[in-house]
């Protein structure tokens, strides 16, 4: 079972910059009332098999909040392999939209033979962390292979350079500024750099720019008394931070690199931004799950944090391939009592959100709305389930 659900989206273009935009979703956001009367350790083992999407980023923070609700100490090469989990998951999930999404949507034919690559090369990475699948359970103590796991670090960036940049991945960071930017786009040799020119040449860069604000790292633990209190799932529904809507993306991690906040400068945050972060996302996972593997200890700002709450309370947040994952959870006398999952899409596809103010900018480029609509909501989460419909 999957239940996840879609987003419907409506576009009414009214002329004179008058677009309207609203998002309704079949998203089951009461599911985790069937957690409660449940053992804490069945939970953790269930929920990742809810969840088609982000399953890894998933069975992590259940684990992670049940722990610190119950004291359960982690060791640090479970941090470890958490971490290379999560990160691994998001490299899976980009690449397989950079080649199979931004084929489609720059009008070329996706590559079968890339695609299973990354398969493969996913696996093996996966498999290199954690042989034995423990890593999620409730005070799991993997053993880390880490030459094991560098190699197969290897072969992700390899992966990474062949069907994503189309240059050394070194090449590909030191290029701080547009100008550098539009060379290496210009070659159009994978689909990225195909969609990327594409988008340049038709004059589509500021695509969705509209005013956001970035929802802020370890959020979780202000929220956490009203994600366990009587009205988690209104707010869940559509959930604001100090009063207002907030975003949790690639582009909200990935801002504060020069190539990323320069392109916001020229072009507000729009669509060529956000793809833009998410290239530059890819190009960074293998550094950044090399350094974690050469301390051997956690990288305490990403992907993941956790805190003890009050008496057998705590809560996680993950940072997935969509963006923030909250899990809190309550547990009395050995049951859970109350559980709350605070997804990205909540964030992201607030009916008064960024999503919305983005759709609501695409009417006047003269193109088909409904190819931009859908082109603008991939680059914001690629792994939604939706459905655009103009009227």
Same mark, same amino acid.
């Given at each position: 079972?999957?239940?996840? !659900? +879609?987003?419907? %989206?409506? %576009?009414?273009?009214?002329? #004179?910059?008058?677009?309207?935009? $609203? /998002? ?30 982000? !399953? ?16 359960? #100490? ?29 084929? +489609? ?5 996706? @590559?079968?033979?890339? &695609? ?43 992966? *990474? ?23 290496? =786009? ?9 969609? &990327?020119?594409?988008?340049?040449? +038709? !004059?589509? #860069? ?5 005013? $956001?604000? =970035? ?60 793809? *833009?972060?998410?290239?530059?996302? /890819? ?8 350094? /974690? ?16 709450? !009050?008496?057998?309370?705590? *809560? ?14 309550? %547990?009395?006398?050995? %049951? ?31 193109? @088909? ?7 603008? &909501? ?14």
């Amino acid at each position: 079972m999957r239940p996840e !659900g +879609r987003l419907m %989206i409506d %576009i009414c273009p009214g002329g #004179e910059n008058r677009t309207l935009a $609203t /998002i309704s979703s079949s998203r089951p956001l009461g599911l985790t009332r069937t957690f409660q009367g449940q053992r804490p350790e069945e939970v953790v083992q269930m929920l990742p098999l809810l969840f088609s999407v982000c !399953g890894m980023a998933q069975g992590v923070a259940a684990a992670e909040a049940v722990e610190r609700a119950l004291d359960v #100490e982690v060791a640090a090469p479970t941090r470890v392999a958490r971490q290379l989990l999560v990160l691994a998951e998001t490299a899976r999930e980009h690449l397989i939209c950079a080649v199979r999404d931004w084929s +489609r949507a720059s009008g070329l034919t996706p @590559d079968g033979a890339a &695609i299973l690559r990354i398969m493969q090369v996913s696996e093996r990475v996966r498999t290199a962390i954690d042989p034995q699948r423990s890593a999620k359970s409730i005070g799991a103590v993997p053993c880390l292979d880490r030459e094991k796991i560098a190699a197969a670090i290897e072969a992700l960036a390899e992966t *990474i350079e062949r069907v994503v940049l189309g240059e050394p991945i070194a090449d590909f960071l030191s290029r701080a500024t547009a100008a550098d930017f539009r060379k290496w =786009h210009q070659t159009k040799t994978t689909p990225a750099q195909a969609l &990327i020119e594409m988008i340049s040449v +038709r !004059g589509w #860069e500021k695509l969705g720019n509209a005013k $956001t604000r =970035h929802l802020p790292w370890t959020c979780g633990v202000r929220l956490s008394s009203v994600l366990l209190g009587d009205n988690s799932r209104n707010f869940i529904a559509t959930p604001t931070w100090e009063g207002e809507p907030a975003e949790t993306t690639v582009l909200s991690r990935q801002l504060g690199q020069a190539v990323v906040g320069e392109h916001a400068r020229l072009f507000g945050t729009g669509l060529l931004t956000r793809l *833009i972060a998410r290239i530059v996302e /890819i190009a960074r996972l293998p550094a950044g799950m090399r350094k /974690i593997v050469a301390s051997e200890q956690p990288d305490g700002g990403w992907p993941i944090a956790s805190s003890k709450l !009050g008496d057998n309370e705590g *809560i996680a947040e993950v940072d997935a391939a969509r963006g923030r994952l909250v899990h809190a959870v309550s %547990i009395e006398a050995g %049951i859970v009592r109350r559980y709350a999952i605070l997804a990205p899409t909540e964030w992201n596809f607030h009916p008064a959100g960024t999503a919305a103010r983005g759709l609501q900018q695409i009417e006047d480029v003269g193109a @088909d709305v409904l190819v931009l609509a859908n082109l603008f &909501i991939s680059a914001l989460d690629p792994c939604v389930g939706f459905e655009v419909r103009v009227h």
